[in-house]
């Protein structure tokens, strides 16, 4: 399967940055669940230290502003290698912008022969391009190593029909069709990520990754996500 881990997920209770405690749960949550037997790769997103589309909205050139987020996410990927490697989880972290001389490029094969290996891989620096979002390269790199599923891990325990920290009458949907997600216009992913788990029938996965062990039981089959398919 694979994990998509937004920034903000490793940021805990600061307003910026990672939270090494926090860095470290998230590690041993990741191991928990490794440790069931599940072949398990990740992808990172930086928005808690740089987020291109806030910074060209303030005049930044746009293309380069997305360069400095895909920066960012090689910062939380490796961050979480180390908190992995820490736990004594082998982990490799593949990036999408080369950088020999601090972590391997992102290369299919490979990435599949490590799972195999039953190393954990990271993906950073999402897609390598502009204008897209780690969300659109969780997708993609699901579709690519042939994921089962994809899980989004948030901040809350599935998708609801408004946001439940605003609104207490938000409802909890257990299951949801693409359809449904789009009709409804419930901000699960962006469009590009929902359209490219669609056309590839990949199921999404949406846990909170701050409720301990929600992680593990989501792959025991007990309904701590809601699941989106077709
Ligand atoms: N980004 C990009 N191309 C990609 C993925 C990400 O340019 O394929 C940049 C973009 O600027 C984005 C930033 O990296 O704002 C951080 O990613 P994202 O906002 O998806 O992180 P998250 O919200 O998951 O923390």
Redesign the pocket.
């Known amino acids: 399967m694979l994990i998509?881990?937004?920034?903000?997920?490793l940021m805990g209770d600061r307003g910026y940055g990672l939270d090494p405690d926090f860095v470290s749960e998230v590690a041993s949550e990741i191991r928990n669940a490794h440790q069931m037997g599940v072949q398990i790769a990740l992808v990172?997103?930086?928005?808690?230290i740089?987020?291109?589309?806030?910074s060209s909205a303030v005049g930044m050139q746009r293309s380069r502003?997305?360069?400095?987020?895909?920066l960012?996410?090689v910062i939380n990927g490796l961050a979480l290698q180390s908190a992995m490697e820490t736990l004594g989880v082998e982990t490799v972290v593949q990036t999408?912008l080369e950088m020999p001389k601090v972590t391997e490029a992102f290369q299919r094969d490979r990435a599949v022969a490590h799972l195999n290996e039953n190393r954990v891989v990271i993906f950073v620096?999402?897609?390598?391009?502009?204008?897209?979002?780690?969300?659109?390269?969780a997708a993609l790199r699901a579709c690519e190593i042939d994921a089962e599923i994809l899980l989004k891990a948030t901040k809350v325990d599935g998708v609801y029909s408004a946001d439940p920290v605003k609104d207490p009458a938000a409802q909890r949907y257990d299951r949801l069709t693409f359809t449904e997600v789009l009709a409804k216009d419930l901000k699960v992913m962006d469009l590009t990520a929902i359209t490219l788990c669609r056309e590839n029938a990949l199921p999404i996965g949406v846990f909170s990754i701050y409720e301990k062990g929600a992680l593990a039981a989501v792959l025991g089959g007990q309904p701590k996500a809601t699941i989106i398919e077709e």
């Open positions: 998509k881990l937004s920034g903000e997920a990172v997103g930086g928005g808690n740089f987020r291109g589309v806030s502003a997305d360069q400095m987020g895909m960012a996410t999408a620096a999402g897609t390598g391009n502009p204008f897209f979002t780690t969300d659109t390269a």
